[in-house]
């Protein structure tokens, strides 16, 4: 039987396929425990340099698998989110690598935070980014409630939400909630192209700099400068660092390995 999150590699990208296309990738605890466990690869494996999010079939994640969700209710969904949702976020906010969202078809609910929560997200003309929980008599979870209202405004974030909005991949462009939206077909080919940028950048300084703006967008500027001298010294003192030097100098371009 196949994994329910099927990680390949290749370039210095790992890829995280959600793989429960009967069901348009709707989360269960195997799907959540797979991508964990995929983030924490990626946390420790130093060839790894970019994650890529995708799912298998014609949707990307339709959120909680709505046929279970009655058997862990009420008292007990707290104990769940804790356990299956809040994990796999925080561990995708830790990494100091870059994730990419790569949707295709809905991405509804739980599966719509999933995108959230990567820090990039290319979709095809036919995403469609669904706020479900409203609709089911649900609060948002899976870091909806932190990240929708970063991304584009609390006025926009508490419509969105209240109303159970659902917006097109063009809507979704217009918002900012995804970088780029390509044609159907040109998905694999986008998506790819876009991974391998991020892989072949100075991998120490991308993860800087995704802590240092997610850090920044909270805090106080005091706090901001004092960081950024911080993380401009460790980033500095990466090879990286000392190739893009001496590539600016040689007038090349630089041929950065990630550390």
């Known amino acids: 039987m196949d994994s329910v999150v099927i990680q390949e590699y290749k370039d210095g990208v790992l890829t995280l396929w959600l793989n429960r296309p009967e069901v348009l990738n709707a ?17 420790t494996d130093i060839q790894i340099r970019v994650v890529v999010i995708r799912g298998r079939g014609r949707g990307f994640c339709s959120g909680q698998d709505l046929s279970v969700a009655l058997d862990e209710r009420a008292g007990r969904i707290r104990d769940i989110v804790r356990e299956m949702y809040n994990p796999l976020i925080q561990a995708m ?8 969202a790569s949707v295709g078809g809905v991405a509804a609910g739980a ?50 939400s209240m109303l159970g909005g659902s917006v097109n991949a063009d809507q979704a462009l217009a918002l900012g909630l995804v970088s780029k939206v390509v044609p159907v077909d040109a998905l694999d080919e986008e998506t790819e192209a876009f991974a391998l940028r991020l892989a072949a950048g100075p991998t120490v300084a991308l993860g800087l700099t995704k802590r240092a703006m997610y850090e920044g967008a909270t805090g106080a500027l005091t706090d901001a400068l004092e960081r950024e001298a911080l993380y ?4 500095s003192e990466s090879e990286d660092f000392k190739e893009g030097v001496q590539a600016f100098l040689d007038k090349r371009s630089p041929q950065y390995k990630g550390c």
């Open 27 to 43: 989360f269960n605890r195997d799907l959540a425990n797979g991508l964990t466990e995929g983030i924490r690869r990626a946390m």
């Open 93 to 100: 906010r830790d990494l100091p690598k870059p994730i990419i």
């Open 111 to 160: 599966g719509m935070s999933l995108a959230l929560a990567a820090d990039l997200r290319i979709a095809a003309a036919n995403a469609r980014f669904v706020y479900g929980f409203s609709g089911i008599g649900l609060a948002p979870d899976s870091g909806a409630s932190y990240y929708l209202p970063r991304i584009i405004g609390v006025a926009r974030a508490l419509e969105f």
């Open 232 to 235: 401009q010294q460790l980033a």
